[in-house]
């Protein structure tokens, strides 16, 4: 039974695409292997069919690659953009040699605490669901392993009413390979704390599960 590659783009959930399958293949037993939120877009693989949607599970567990723009200088209730955002002075002596000595540090086997929006649950209660409720939960600290992860652009700050590094936010653009488990939510979260200020995703885009990548995808 078929697997499908699917270019999700920003805006619908998983569910609606995996909905949006049924519709066209008129196949009831449709599921998909690793959500990927509304903001991002991105590689998802569907199963269609009995036998495929039995086999996901293999690939919830395989590495994936991100290419993301992390806001550094705010913080969001979400840890992205959809979020509540509250503006976090940027240190006066932030340059991009101490942004990619700060993110050389997050390589390797770490520990990171899953954002207060997730899927979680903790006795029994989604984490996305209390925080909604205004009774945010705190998850135990997870063991990930970030295998790359670089910066690979900036912006200068000019639209942002001055330059580097003296706007009130900047962003970076990284790429990131990471195991399964891991949120870049909070990989732009812990960065930011880790830089004396704030942080937070503003944009995501998967590029691969394990080999599968997203330029061999289809789109609707």
Same mark, same amino acid.
């Given at each position: 039974m078929p697997f499908l590659l699917i270019d999700k783009p920003v805006g619908p959930t998983s569910h609606d695409i995996v909905d949006r399958v049924r519709r066209k293949t008129g196949e009831r037993r449709v599921g998909h292997a690793g959500t990927l939120d509304p903001f991002a877009s991105g590689l998802l693989i569907i199963g269609v069919g009995r036998e495929s949607t039995r086999e996901l599970g293999t690939f919830l567990g395989m590495d994936k690659d991100y290419e993301a723009t992390f806001v550094l200088g705010g913080e969001s209730d979400t840890d992205d953009s959809t979020g509540k955002i509250t503006l976090v002075p940027l240190p006066k002596n932030l340059t991009k040699e101490k942004i990619k000595t700060a993110i050389q540090k997050f390589l390797g086997e770490i520990q990171q605490v899953p954002p *207060? !929006?997730?899927?979680?649950?903790?006795? +029994?209660?989604?984490? !996305?669901? *209390? *925080? =909604?409720? /205004?009774?945010?939960?705190? *998850?135990?600290? =997870? %063991?990930? %392993?970030? !295998?790359? !992860?670089?910066?690979? /652009? &900036? &912006? &200068? /700050?000019? &639209? =942002? /009413? +001055?330059?580097w590094p003296f706007a009130p936010t900047i962003t970076v653009r990284v790429k990131i390979k990471c195991s399964s488990g891991t949120y870049i939510r909070a990989l732009a979260r812990d960065l930011g704390r880790a830089l004396g200020t704030g942080g937070y995703v503003s944009e995501l885009r998967r590029t691969a599960i394990g080999e599968y990548r997203v330029e061999n995808a289809e789109t609707f």
């Open positions: *207060a !929006y997730s899927a979680i649950k903790i006795k +029994g209660q989604k984490m !996305y669901e *209390a *925080a =909604r409720a /205004g009774k945010p939960l705190i *998850a135990e600290p =997870r %063991t990930v %392993t970030i !295998y790359k !992860y670089e910066m690979v /652009g &900036d &912006d &200068d /700050g000019h &639209d =942002r /009413g +001055g330059e």
